[in-house]
């Protein structure tokens, strides 16, 4: 006797949030059930494996029927096919868009098409995540991407209307895309140290200081006057209050540039304009100015004073160097490569404690503005700020 | 020109895309009526058009706005081809006509199509602009309310019950009219549903007139078939209760005890200050089961009725039953039972499809009834001339009326009617419970009515013949049955367990005892009915679901020799089942089923018998014996090993199932009173063999005392099976119980937390030909069981919970396959206030002093507790306590404390209230802990803001959806129902050409049965209401051709639309003034909370 049909439809849509994780990690049905049998349900239910099996599958149609909807939550939450509570609701969405760091990792910053597609088995041997859970995951950053790619506005905003997700999450699809936008370089040696979380800040805090949305949003903060920032570490707080001191010139406010991609892509007249700095290094002068004060007002301070005063120039060099080649597309892409190898890397074989870096790039950002020669306080102030969250979020083992 | 329907297209959602080259569509919307159309606008390229048409007015008959539905295609505009259409909605109007229920239907509709299924939402409004019509000739019947629920609504109150009507009209299936040939699956499948829509609400609108004409203005217990007759054609029949009903003006009145079980709220007076006057005593009564078994080929039918109406010449004979009750009861006692029956010989058919009754209503409940006949179909020449299948019914009623006068009843409750149909044969079925009901409820329920009829009773008492045939005759029967000086045995909950006949003339052997509560009247040992176990029903324990399962081989041959063969083959079925029915009952050591319903099913080769019923101990009837298992003559002793371990097996499994169901019957009674156990000792037994005479088996009686055993003799491989089979039956597991009832006896303080769920099951049988009938049978019994134990693991999360109303369905689609589909509801219930009340309910059989029902029980404990101490927040934990030392003073004080409320409820209230409080806090982390969400149903919407959305307090998202419950129950618990706003009853048909790609057969089923589910909660919707009750998926029809990859489903389903409240504020609720008798019920109500 051969069970041809068996389905089970509640009113409530049941959902079995264990059945929903198998589900979603790309586990098949049999393999389901004994994953579901392994964590020991038939003791305590009684139930016998078939029951097991009929059940999962119920389950599995159902998710199967639900992805369409997924795939575009408002849908979800207006459809009328699924009655589903509205805390599921939330649970299904916010754990169908999660993904896995391991996952992440590998594909974060690379071209969301379909070469990188077709790679994704060789990206599930590596991770041990199986092909199907790769596929969403994939899918789901590329679907984000292609929604909110287009659309002005702030990213994180637009990630959180269109894909209902929680702040955290739809702060991590904003990461996604940027990085997916920008193609970042995050695969390569160097960086593997570094984690998903750490690539988040860090796009967090280039979409809030160096894109082309960061200057709309700041204009009127722009307009209240001339620089009142103290102190650098306020910034990672209050991004909107003052990175936005153009020196007298206006990014980006013509009618027609609202077209454009606000937080997506970077502001391209900044990425031009920081070839001005390039003066702290190439004026001798200037550079030697800047050395002494910032010798001056951490002797004392910092454990590692003496290897900080040896490499200042190579450091100070590197950043500047980066800031200079911006503007072309590729260095944008290794900007992280960059900073490891030009900044973080020397710190680290100097032993320098998190400390010493963050007080190193206070005083280094802030000595400026005493220098009378240099003039850019405002795109300094813009540039070294993400820098230094940057720096600080990647310096660590 | 009676009725003017507006229509106005809004907005479109989700449409589907129908142009490739841009991914949008070009929509617009068709609304028809009638033979009139009307377009909107094309709103060019969107997925979410807005067409904000203008009104579209049809002006029509009224007549046509019962018949006709409301049909609104969305299309796809095309320049150069034909319009695509997207898809379809139908709106039955009927909701709108009567000027109680809803005032607009207006909300977001599926956009459906038999074959792609649904494509996007549409929101629509509708009304209506009835002009009314005062014409005695019309032929609608706008305005009679017609209710699926099988008792009376909770906002109404019910002045008359006229009884009895049906209908049936039928047609051509357009599936197999020429033109199908030629026209693609998807018009004949949009033919066919309006068709059927048409069909049915013709058949409203028909059974309307004669509520009218009856002097009703409502029908409950409304239950619509179609059958499939293929070739010959399609019949849509109905059945039910006609009533004149009064809206409960003060809505206070309707406020439902939460907790509470059906029509509650329609209880009578106090029985101390007027005891129900009906009882007349003699004879005992057992279940009975009377089928006949006719076979006529439709060439041979007799013409005896000529239109719908079946008038037969049935002469109202003085009925058996009516006979032999004269010759023992008192001169007077004859009259009275002459009366009552005369009167209801009047009737045609004192049929009632109701379950559920206000206490008091069901005097007698004498056994279940049943009727099979066998039919060949024949085409159905002149759709406007049903005669033939007419003829069918009439028949089988006439013989159910028979019936039940063999029991010595002159009515029948719990009236149902089905068919199963297979290639050209046809089963007919009918069943009900034989009662005597209380004359006086059906005429008046309403307490003044009572004295006014007193007044009037001489002119009342003679227009009893009067031609209607209505219970006018009550007033007598009542004063008569005063006159007779009848006990008030009706008040102690035993009354209906009384049999109704002759014990000296009886209808059948029974086993006849005392009463066990009253110890004044006799009762049978086991009791079968077809309807919900009355609210004053003393019940020892919680009760179960009790299925028996039986499978029989046929041969296939064709014509008369095929319907001769299933002829024969259905007495043994009948009384196969029964005896399952028996033995699975006394093994739970229960005495009683309710909710019978015993469903054969016709196939090729096979056919299928599946009884469910809901055991319970009823407190007034004997404590069954056990099983006693006896062994054929030449036995070694092995032999005798084996016998006396399943012996064994046997007791210890009716010992645990008295754990488990909390069955201990109140021994300290019958030492009390002495058991007077009739002289004789006629034992109820099963024999597989006829060698042995009862009397030899006495002295096997073991283990259950004095009681009776049943005795199953294993003398072949059949006995052997069965008693296996018993055994194998899984129990349920803990924290679950299940019955096919509304309610579950014991089990009274539900939560909020339900889920209503439809499970269908195919399975493919190998070789048919080559399995034993037991092997068959047992393929059968554990599909069924599985069946369940996959619901128990679904729903585990639930736990403690019930399944409500579970509700079978076996079909045998074709050759090796069977189906089974299965409705229920589980409902979470409080755990520890369930120990709680089960105490009381122990008391309460301890104490049996005026309690009428559980509730008031509980009502007057508190009451008593009132007067001595204020602590009510200890009653939880002392309640055992506090029943038994209040025992003493508790009869006395019930009817003084009554007449005290009614006069100063509030101040009571007031004094409730801090447990109340106390109880709700409990039942509130209860549902907070259960994983089930009902966050978004926290409060309902009256009709005024039933289209202001939903939004959920805890998250950010904002859903335009109203929540909308879909339950088989007439109740909601925890919840009060406002209002209801008409019946719904949709008929949908899914096809696919693409099985494979959908997902095979279970993909297609599962997304159909949503997309149905999804049809019915935006009808509700839209109509302003958020629940289905009654709801019932009457057809499910499947075929599949896996080859072609096609398949093809018809799904039916009916439910009455209410907007329903969840009554957070209890404390408010007692403290409005209202008729003593419904106080109380709510007030006891309240304080179950």
């Not at chain 2, 589909?821 to 709680?836: E, F, H, R, S, W």
Request: glycine share 6%; charged share 20%; net charge negative.
């Amino acid at each position: 006797m051969a069970v041809e049909l068996d389905v089970f439809v509640g009113n409530t849509t049941l959902i079995d949030k264990d059945v929903y994780q198998l589900w979603l990690d790309g586990y098949s049905v049999s393999d389901a059930v004994t994953i579901r049998i392994q964590s020991g349900i038939l003791e305590q239910t009684g139930a016998t494996p078939d029951v097991l099996e009929s059940d999962t599958m119920d389950h599995y149609r159902t998710f199967q029927m639900l992805e369409r909807l997924l795939h575009s939550p408002p849908k979800l939450i207006n459809q009328l096919l699924f009655q589903i509570p509205p805390p599921m609701q939330s649970m299904l969405i916010e754990k169908y868009y999660a993904f896995d760091e391991p996952f992440v990792r590998e594909v974060l910053g690379k071209k969301l098409s379909k070469g990188t597609k077709k790679d994704l088995d060789d990206v599930s041997t590596k991770t041990g995540i199986t092909l199907k859970s790769c596929r969403r995951q994939f899918d789901n950053f590329k679907r984000v991407f292609k929604v909110v790619e287009e659309m002005k506005g702030p990213l994180v905003e637009n990630i959180q209307q269109n894909f209902l997700l929680s702040d955290r999450l739809a702060g991590d699809y904003a990461a996604v895309v940027f990085f997916a936008n920008s193609r970042f370089e995050t695969g390569k040696k160097r960086l593997q140290y570094l984690t998903f979380e750490d690539f988040a800040c860090c796009a967090e805090q280039l979409i809030q200081n160096w894109t082309l949305g960061a200057v709309e949003n700041r204009t009127p903060a722009a307009n209240l006057g001339p620089a009142s920032s103290t102190s650098q570490i306020d910034h990672a707080q209050y991004p909107g209050a003052n990175v936005k001191r153009t020196s007298g010139r206006s990014y980006c406010q013509s009618p027609d540039s609202m077209v454009d991609d606000m937080d997506v892509d970077l502001d391209r007249e900044f990425l031009q304009d920081l070839k001005d700095l390039k003066v702290l290094v190439t004026d001798k002068d200037l550079l030697d100015q800047h050395k002494s004060l910032v010798c001056t007002a951490l002797r004392g301070k910092v454990s590692t004073f003496n290897e900080m005063e040896t490499s200042f120039k190579t450091l100070s060099r590197g950043l500047i160097n980066i800031a200079a080649k911006l503007i072309h597309t590729k260095d944008v892409r290794d900007l992280f490569i960059d900073l490891v190898e030009k900044f973080i890397e020397p710190c680290k074989s100097d032993r320098w404690s998190t400390n010493d870096v963050c007080l190193f790039l206070t005083q280094y950002t802030n000595t400026a503005r005493a220098l009378d020669a240099f003039k850019h306080q405002c795109l300094w102030e813009r540039y070294m700020g993400t820098i230094k969250s940057c720096i600080m979020k990647m310096y660590h083992d | 020109m009676p009725g003017k329907l507006k229509v106005r297209i809004v907005a479109g959602r989700h449409l589907p895309v129908m142009d490739r080259a841009s991914d949008l569509t070009d929509a617009f919307v068709e609304v028809k009526f009638g033979n009139t159309t009307f377009k909107t606008d094309v709103f060019p390229k969107s997925l979410n058009p807005q067409w904000n048409s203008d009104w579209f007015k049809f002006e029509v008959d009224d007549e046509d706005l019962q018949d006709e539905p409301l049909q609104i295609t969305v299309l796809d505009h095309d320049t150069y081809s034909a319009n695509d259409a997207i898809g379809k909605v139908y709106i039955d109007i009927d909701p709108l006509l009567s000027n109680e229920a809803a005032v607009v239907l207006s909300g977001w509709f599926p956009i459906y199509d038999t074959i792609r299924g649904i494509r996007g939402e549409i929101n629509v409004m509708v009304k209506v602009d009835l002009f009314h019509d005062l014409n005695r000739f019309r032929q609608s019947s706008c305005g009679v309310k017609f209710f699926c629920t099988a008792s009376i609504p909770k906002c109404y109150k019910a002045v008359t019950i006229h009884g009895f009507v049906e209908e049936l009209v039928v047609n051509e299936d357009p599936e197999y009219q020429w033109i199908d040939r030629i026209r693609t699956p998807r018009a004949s499948n949009e033919a066919r549903q309006r068709l059927i829509s048409l069909m049915s609400g013709e058949l409203q609108r028909k059974i309307g007139l004669k509520v009218l004409e009856m002097g009703g203005n409502a029908v409950v217990g409304y239950l619509q078939c179609f059958d499939l007759e293929g070739e010959s054609g399609l019949v849509v029949r109905a059945i039910g209760t006609a009533c004149t009903l009064d809206k409960l003006s003060n809505t206070a009145t309707s406020l439902l005890p939460p907790c509470s079980s059906p029509s509650k709220d329609l209880k009578e007076v106090p029985f101390s200050e007027d005891p129900n006057p009906v009882t007349h005593s003699s004879g005992p009564s057992t279940p009975l089961k009377n089928q006949t078994y006719s076979f006529s080929p439709s060439k041979s039918y007799s013409r005896q009725s000529s239109s719908s109406d079946t008038d037969l010449s049935l002469t109202p004979k003085t009925g058996m039953g009516s006979g032999s009750g004269g010759k023992e009861g008192g001169p007077l006692k004859a009259l009275y039972r002459q009366q009552t029956q005369s009167a209801f010989e009047h009737r045609e058919f004192p049929f009632f499809t109701l379950t559920t009754f206000p206490p008091g209503f069901l005097v007698h409940v004498g056994g279940v009834v049943s009727a099979r006949s066998v039919k060949l179909l024949d085409r159905i020449h002149n759709p406007d001339e049903p005669e033939t299948r007419d003829a069918w019914w009439a028949e089988i009623r006439q013989e159910i009326k028979s019936h039940g006068k063999a029991l010595g009843c002159h009515a029948v409750v719990g009236y149902s009617e089905s068919t199963s149909i297979c290639e050209e044969v046809c089963i007919l079925s009918a069943s009900g419970t034989a009662a005597v009901l209380n004359p006086k409820m059906l005429q008046d329920c309403s307490m003044e009515g009572c004295s006014e009829h007193r007044l009037s009773r001489q002119p009342s008492f003679f227009s009893t013949g009067s031609e209607k045939g209505e219970f006018d005759f009550f007033l007598q029967c009542q004063d008569s049955a005063s006159i007779l000086g009848l006990d008030d045995s009706s008040s102690l909950g035993c009354s209906f367990c009384h049999i109704p006949y002759d014990e000296l003339n009886m209808p059948f052997p029974a086993h006849l005892t005392y009463c066990y509560v009253c110890r004044k009247q006799k009762v049978p040992d086991v009791l079968f009915a077809t309807v919900e176990p009355p609210l004053e029903a003393a019940v020892t324990g919680k009760g179960c679901l009790i299925q028996a399962r039986l499978c029989r081989q046929k041969k296939k041959t064709q014509g008369e020799a095929n319907a001769t063969a299933i002829s024969n083959l259905l007495p043994f079925m009948e009384y196969e089942l029964h005896t399952q029915l028996m033995n699975k009952l006394k093994l739970r050591g229960m005495n009683a089923l309710f909710g019978l319903r015993i469903q054969i099913t016709v196939g090729e080769n096979m056919l299928m018998g599946l009884a469910s019923a809901t055991g319970l101990y009823l407190t007034a009837l004997p404590s069954p014996g056990g099983i006693q298992i006896a062994g054929k003559t030449p036995s070694d002793s092995s032999y005798e090993q084996h016998i006396s371990n399943m012996q064994k097996k046997i007791n210890d499994m009716i010992i645990k199932n008295r754990e488990i169901y909390e069955i201990n019957p109140p021994e300290i009674l019958e030492e009390l009173l002495g058991s007077p156990i009739p002289e004789s000792r006629q034992r109820s037994r099963l024999f597989r063999s006829h060698s042995e005479s009862s009397d030899d088996v006495s002295e096997l009686d073991l283990s259950h005392g004095k009681k009776d055993a049943f005795v199953l003799e294993i003398d072949d491989a059949d006995a052997v099976e069965d008693i296996h089979s018993l055994l194998t039956d899984a129990p349920t597991p803990s924290g679950f119980y299940s019955c096919n009832t509304e309610i579950m006896p014991g089990i009274n303080n539900w939560t909020s937390d339900l889920q209503m769920f439809t499970s269908v099951r195919v399975f493919h049988l190998n070789n048919v030909t080559s399995l034993t009938s037991q092997g068959l049978n047992k393929a059968f019994s554990d599909l069924c069981e599985n069946l369940l134990k996959t619901l128990y693991f679904k729903l585990r999360s639930m736990v403690p919970c019930c399944l409500c109303h579970v509700n079978f369905n076996v079909a045998l689609p074709e050759d090796e396959l069977i189906q089974v589909a299965v409705t229920a509801v589980a409902i979470t219930y409080d755990k520890d206030q369930a120990q709680y009340i089960t105490k009381v309910c122990t008391d309460k059989t301890l104490l049996r002093a005026s309690a009428e029902n559980e509730d008031q029980l509980q009502f007057t404990l508190e009451l008593c507790m009132e007067t001595q101490s204020t602590q009510s927040a200890q009653l939880l934990s002392p309640s055992k306590a506090a029943g038994i030392t209040e025992s003493g003073s508790l009869q006395p004080v019930t009817p003084a404390a009554q007449r005290a409320t009614s006069v100063d409820y509030s101040s009571f209230a007031d004094r409730c209230s801090s447990w109340i409080e106390f109880i709700k806090q409990k039942a509130q982390t209860i549902r907070r802990g259960s994983i089930k969400t009902i966050a978004s149903l926290d409060k309902a919407s009256p009709l005024a803001e039933a289209h202001t959305r939903h939004r959920s307090p805890t998250s950010c998202i904002n859903s335009t959806v109203t929540v909308v419950e879909m339950t088989p129950l007439s109740f909601i618990p925890g919840a009060k129902i406002t209002k209801y706003l008409g019946i719904i009853n949709m008929f949908f048909i899914r096809e696919t050409t693409s099985l494979r790609e959908e997902g095979g057969v279970s993909g297609f089923l599962h997304a159909f049965i949503a997309e149905v589910f999804a049809m019915v909660r935006a009808h509700v919707a839209a109509l302003g209401g958020n629940a289905v009750l009654s709801y019932i998926m009457k057809q499910c029809v499947f075929m599949e051709n896996p080859n072609k990859n096609q398949a093809q489903c018809l799904i039916n389903v009916s439910g009455d639309t209410v907007i329903f409240d969840r009554d957070t504020d209890v404390e408010s609720a007692p403290a409005q003034p209202q008729t003593s008798g419904s106080q109380t019920g709510n007030g006891s109500g309240d304080v179950i909370t």
